[in-house]
């Protein structure tokens, strides 16, 4: 080779990236490569006749001379001749892994010279991290796939699969030798080749975009009939290569449950209007031959004087019975009519509904010597006729559950948030334990002795059915001698729900009727 064309020794310090650095025996710089600058960020002028161990942190720094010294003394090394990784210092104080290789080179003079070189293990650090935590993350991903109870793929962008869960292969009674690498249209019977799931697959590619929840009903090997949902969305693999992951669902046994469940409700609506029928009916026949009972015993009170005592006693109670068994009748008919009459929501003035109450009442509330107090009621969305049923059968059970000697005292307030509105009925009567609340609301519950409180036992009841009818809510809260609360949830929109407990009180007052 000719001389000149060999690379000089300072043209290869030049261009090496690692730094390289001569000192002395006592360790003082007496050279550097240009890398020096940049992995320290000190110039050359900066080191030479400077002491090494400016380039590294304590104690390295303090202990590095008594090291050299013992070294030149016994020839013992820990770094000369063998290397290690070691922590060096910048110019500006950071701290950074470094490679320490060191030789020893010739004698000058009794002098004895050493040459470091060093290579900056930031970035291998670095990247040796990022794959310890791509090898854990990749772990730990694992780990969740195999967990995961829904079977999924992943799909090639050949549409080939590139692995499944252990859930794939248990669902579809599968080995991965028999799936990998394979067509998903020619796994098992071929059950993923429908035109309609092909063309889905396909729009992924190349429209890029996902599907979600698309059934498939058929035959699969070794399981039978199934109905599952597929979802597919497209995955990158770093940017190179695009993958479609596949996730599948078998909904079977909730398509069974659901087509059940659409039977039982049509069994229960067609029971339902049976029912209703049954009870319009019956009630409805029954009325004629109750007619004729309460008219004739009207006759024989008009006869009174031919009758003994005990005679027009017995009459006065038949007369009496006929009277409340017709009672319960129309009430049992307009509770079986609630549910089979078209719900013709308007826009209702509660406000009028409770006036128009009142002066139905009016006699009674007279007769009673009833204060009624009613604040600001809203509009709202409902049926009219049905809703002043439900103002009248509240009023009317707050006077009749009046304490003895007491003047009967109802205030009816509202509460308002959002969608809904809260209507209290409280009066000052003899109350109730709360805990026979839910036994007030059903057909025929009485709390107390007919003989005590006249009624049917079906007021609350239609008051109940015709809240719930509504989409709302009715309660109570009661403690015995200290009155009652009847409280009534309704949408002021009856298409939409209650969205929950009222915060904000209308507080302006209409009415007070002495």
Not at 61 to 85: F, V
Not at 124 to 137: D, G, I, Q, R, T
Not at 224 to 231: A, E, K, L, N, Y
Not at 466 to 474: E, K, L, R, S, W
């Amino acid at each position: 080779m000719n001389k000149s064309s060999t690379p000089s020794v300072e043209s290869i310090l030049k261009t090496v990236i690692d730094a390289i650095i001569s000192i002395d025996e006592t360790g003082i710089i007496q050279s550097v490569n240009p890398a020096v600058e940049k992995i320290f960020g000190y110039s050359p002028e900066e080191l030479m006749g400077k002491n090494v161990s400016m380039l590294m942190p304590d104690p390295y720094s303090r202990e590095h001379d008594g090291y050299l010294k013992k070294y030149l003394r016994t020839g013992q090394a820990k770094i000369i001749g063998i290397g290690r990784e070691v922590v060096a210092k910048r110019k500006d104080g950071t701290l950074f892994p470094a490679y320490l290789g060191v030789s020893e080179g010739h004698k000058e003079g009794g002098r004895r010279f050493f040459t470091g070189i060093i290579h900056d293990l930031t970035e291998v650090n670095a990247l040796k991290k990022k794959e310890a935590l791509l090898k854990a993350y990749g772990t730990y991903m694992n780990a969740i796939i195999e967990t995961v109870k829904d079977p999924f793929i992943v799909l090639d962008s050949t549409l080939r699969i590139k692995m499944a869960n252990q859930s794939f292969y248990q669902t579809f009674q599968v080995a991965p030798g028999e799936t990998e690498n394979k067509l998903i249209y020619d796994v098992g019977n071929g059950q993923w080749n429908v035109p309609a799931f092909r063309k889905l697959l396909e729009s992924i590619l190349s429209q890029k975009m996902g599907f979600d929840d698309h059934e498939v009903e058929k035959e699969f090997p070794g399981i039978g009939r199934r109905i599952m949902t597929v979802s597919g969305h497209q995955i990158q693999d770093d940017g190179k290569e695009e993958t479609i992951l596949l996730t599948v669902r078998d909904i079977t046994y909730r398509k069974q449950m659901e087509e059940k469940l659409k039977r039982a409700v049509l069994e229960l609506e067609h029971s339902n209007r049976e029912l209703a029928q049954f009870a319009y009916v019956a009630s409805h026949d029954l009325q004629e031959p109750l007619r004729k009972v309460i008219s004739f015993t009207e006759r024989l009170k008009e006869q009174t004087k031919t009758l003994g005592d005990e005679a027009k006693v017995n009459c006065e109670k038949i007369h009496a019975s006929g009277i409340r068994m017709k009672r319960v009748i129309e009430d049992i008919l307009y509770f079986s009519r609630i549910g089979s009459q078209e719900k013709a929501f308007e826009e209702t003035d509660l406000n009028r509904i409770a006036q128009d109450v009142i002066s139905d009442l009016e006699l009674k509330i007279l007769e009673t010597k009833t204060k009624i107090e009613v604040k600001e009621l809203p509009k709202i969305q409902a049926n009219k006729s049905l809703i002043r049923h439900v103002f009248q059968n509240l009023i009317l059970n707050s006077i009749k559950f009046a304490k003895k000697d007491v003047r009967p005292d109802i205030i009816i307030d509202c509460y308002s948030q959002d969608n809904s509105v809260e209507i209290r009925f409280k009066d000052n009567g003899i109350g109730f334990d709360e805990k026979y609340v839910d036994r007030i609301f059903k057909p025929f519950q009485r709390l107390h002795a007919k003989q005590e409180y006249d009624g049917t036992g079906i007021g609350l009841s239609i008051c109940h059915k015709i809240v719930t009818q509504h989409g709302g809510t009715i309660t109570a809260k009661s403690k015995p001698g200290e009155g009652a609360t009847f409280i009534v949830m309704l949408p002021i929109n009856a298409h939409q729900g209650i969205p929950g407990a009222p915060s904000k009180i209308l507080s302006k007052e209409v009415q007070v009727l002495p």
